[in-house]
């Protein structure tokens, strides 16, 4: 079966702060695919990066970074210098090898950055 | 460039009516997926349809069907509705696979009050 875990269900930060959203993952798969996306009050999901399994490099985009390590399988997304912005609810999502169309997401993590 | 556009934003139904949510994918998409986000219950996986044909269906009763037409709008309907069904449904769209494409793009969503 295939399962995401986001055990952290709010994190409260200061701004300038950095903080890690945690993402952990099951699946059989040999080739599977992970994402994470942020939603903010609006509504919308916004994609923010998606990881290949067999591609274990990681990734840096200005103030976000993220964190693959097959071993632990763990996807973690680290926010540097946190702003008010920041502010949402971010989903970490695990597609299968297998062409389902489906994502199954984490219950995500309420991130709340105070001025 | 438009992006995923949902309608209605709002809906306010009673147990045992239908509700009709629609969708309109990014211009040259072909495939359009359908989650549920019930309080409590995260992101859940509904439908995909590709090229005008169902794809693949989550773990939903019959009574959540939808179609997709020949200009790739979509349309979920929920029959018989019942008050856990009160959600907010996000649509999505992708190039046909987004297994290689890598992205999906969601709307903002329609939300569905069951009274």
């Known amino acids: 079966a295939q399962k995401v875990t986001q055990a952290q269900t709010e994190i409260s930060v200061v701004e300038k702060e950095d903080v890690t959203l945690d993402c952990v993952y099951e699946t059989r798969d040999t080739t599977y695919y992970l994402f994470w996306y942020k939603q903010p009050p609006s509504g919308e999901l916004v994609f923010l990066i998606r990881?290949?399994?067999?591609?274990?490099q990681n990734e840096i985009s200005g103030r976000y970074s993220w964190n693959f390590q097959k071993s632990t399988s763990s996807f973690n997304f680290t926010i540097t210098a946190s702003q008010v912005v920041d502010s949402a609810v971010y989903f970490c999502a695990l597609g299968g090898s297998g062409n389902t169309g489906k994502l199954i997401f984490g219950q995500g993590t309420t991130l709340q950055v105070k001025p | 460039e438009a992006g995923v556009t949902q309608s209605p934003t709002h809906l306010i139904k009673t147990r045992g009516q239908q509700a009709t949510l629609r969708c309109s994918p990014i211009?040259?998409?072909?495939?359009v997926y359908w989650y549920q986000q019930a309080l409590g219950l995260g992101l859940q996986f509904l439908l995909w349809?590709?090229?005008?044909?169902?794809?693949n269906r989550g773990n939903f009763p019959p009574r959540f069907s939808g179609r997709q037409f020949p200009n790739y709008s979509s349309e979920l309907n929920v029959n018989a509705l019942e008050l856990e069904d009160s959600a907010l449904y996000l649509c999505?769209?992708?190039?046909?696979?987004?297994?290689?494409?890598?992205?999906?793009?969601f709307g903002e969503g329609s939300r569905l009050t069951v009274l």
């Open positions: 211009s040259g998409h072909t495939s």
């Open positions: 990881r290949n399994s067999f591609d274990e």
């Open positions: 349809y590709d090229e005008g044909e169902e794809r």
């Open positions: 999505a769209s992708s190039l046909a696979d987004y297994v290689n494409t890598g992205e999906l793009f």
